[in-house]
């Protein structure tokens, strides 16, 4: 079978090698098709999940340039699609960071499912994590995906790190989807916090980048204060100072996490 070799994020932070046929690509649903990249192809949806009228995805596939790329998301009870993570920066974020537990764990075990056949068996897939151990990049996993893999029966290097969910993360993410600038699907991901601030990239598709910043307000809760686009007006530390009224001390901080 003809079919080209790609290193992808399967686990979300795992880097592993899958192979994407050429041909024989399933339809892609409807509903998922705003939340791809522009100009996607050879897109494979290795998981789906429905909970109280939600549908979730777990995407891969190759954008305009042929690059991989992962995209986790969610379509709301109207058919709105939106873009929870978008796994090819390698934020090092666990589905359960953006949907219910139950829900990451549906997908991880679906997506593991479909990496055992696509390795040729589970041996195969275990060998290619025992690879990609060692090396500097830390690898995340979270419970809901240690559970799936366990249920597998995949083992997995010891050197794996176990990430818990950040309720102020996940606070944040939910703030920054719903502020309405820019509009459409947004892929967030590198939430840095410092003290009552915080900052986080944001993506759309082959469109534009940029940065959210938010604020914890005196009852202790996260909104987005604001925004930046990186074509029309770049994060700066003036920005963050004069506009949204941070800290200095602060604004140094973010501006270093935000180059990290």
């Excluded at 079978?1 to 050429?22: K, W």
């Excluded at 891969?60 to 986790?72: C, D, H, S, T, Y």
């Excluded at 602060?250 to 270093?256: F, I, N």
Aim: proline fraction near 5%.
């Amino acid at each position: 079978m003809n079919g080209r070799c790609f290193v992808l994020t399967v686990g979300l932070s795992v880097a592993v090698v899958v192979q994407l046929a050429l041909e024989a690509i399933a339809q892609v649903p409807d509903d998922l098709m705003p939340c791809l990249p522009a100009g996607a192809t050879e897109v494979q949806v290795r998981g789906t999940a429905e909970r109280d009228g939600q549908i979730y995805y777990y995407a891969i596939g190759l954008n305009a340039a042929e690059i991989p790329f992962v995209a986790i998301a969610e379509v709301d009870r109207s058919g709105q699609c939106f873009l929870l993570i978008k796994g090819s920066d390698d934020i090092n974020r666990s589905l359960d960071d953006v949907m219910p537990y139950d829900v990451a764990f549906d997908l991880y075990r679906q997506n593991y499912e479909r990496a055992i056949e696509l390795a040729g068996s589970k041996a195969e897939l275990e060998a290619i994590f025992r690879a990609d151990a060692g090396g500097d990049i830390k690898k995340f996993r979270s419970e809901a995906e240690i559970a799936a893999l366990q249920e597998l029966g995949i083992e997995f290097p010891d050197d794996y790190t176990l990430s818990s969910s950040n309720p102020d993360i996940q606070s944040l993410i939910v703030q920054f989807q719903r502020f309405n600038e820019p509009p459409g699907p947004k892929s967030i991901n590198r939430v840095e916090i410092v003290g009552d601030y915080a900052i986080a990239r944001w993506f759309q598709f082959g469109e534009s980048s940029g940065h959210y910043v938010g604020q914890k307000d005196e009852k202790g809760r996260w909104r987005a204060i604001g925004f930046a686009n990186d074509a029309e007006a770049p994060l700066t530390a003036e920005m963050l100072r004069d506009r949204f009224e941070v800290p200095r001390r602060t604004v140094r901080q973010l501006m270093e996490a935000s180059e990290s």
